[in-house]
């Protein structure tokens, strides 16, 4: 799987639109790209999964340029049940096969009031 | 649907004991992993059911660590003789029939070693 490289940390306040930026310069022409989120004391939690351009769903909206050099997670109107680990993954399964996800060290984000 | 279910969410033992972590996956699912977080690291992927043989268990660290999937269903993680290292949060996660299909973490068993 590719290697990705996101921010250790963000802060933002409640209301606020969050955007986190994931780098995977050696992504794969079959790979795709994949988020998940980790609330305090839970699991993993899948939210959203792209090829290119934008896809949106009820969670996060997923931006990804032309060259799919990085990727950039959107949480709009953040709130304080947003503060989690998000997680960028790239692999070559629509679903990024749970077999060996490699999660790496995530973003920790934190929502202030 | 229930989802993936973990028991216990919290246990302590001495080094040197045997502690056995449970998953029941979410029903119908005939995938099964296992994956942990030791302290200071990152989620590492431990090993994989399918139904009840061992797919992949590439990621087990060593010897003291025995899972089982008799059955089919609910599958146990056993660590004998427990080491400090153990230390950390085992989770399970389970997904549907087949490849590639999306992958539901249970909340995890924090495991204390001291």
Request: glycine letters at 8%.
């Amino acid at each position: 799987l590719a290697k990705t490289t996101q921010p250790i940390s963000m802060d933002s306040y409640e209301g606020q639109e969050v955007n986190i930026t994931c780098s995977h310069n050696n992504i794969a022409t079959n790979d795709y790209i994949t988020w998940y989120q980790q609330f305090p004391s839970q699991g993993p939690r899948f939210i959203i999964q792209g090829y290119k351009t934008k896809v949106t769903n009820e969670v996060a909206s997923l931006f990804i340029p032309a060259d799919r050099k990085s990727s950039t997670l959107s949480l709009p109107r953040v709130s304080l049940s947003d503060t989690a680990v998000y997680y960028c993954l790239v692999g070559d399964a629509f679903y990024s096969s749970a077999s060996k996800i490699i999660f790496g060290s995530g973003t920790r984000l934190s929502i202030r009031p | 649907e229930a989802g993936v279910t973990q028991f216990p969410s919290h246990s302590v033992i001495e080094k040197g004991q045997t502690v056995t972590l449970r998953c029941d996956p979410i029903s119908g699912h005939d995938n099964l992993y296992w994956y942990r977080r030791v302290m200071g690291k990152e989620i590492k992927f431990l090993l994989h059911f399918v139904k009840e043989s061992k797919q992949d268990e590439s990621g087990m660290p060593n010897n003291r660590f025995l899972a089982e999937r008799t059955g089919g269903t609910y599958s146990t993680l056993k660590v004998q003789p427990a080491e400090l290292e153990d230390s950390g949060v085992y989770f399970c996660a389970s997904s549907r029939p087949g490849a590639n299909t999306e992958a539901f973490f249970g909340q995890g068993t924090r495991l204390t070693v001291v």
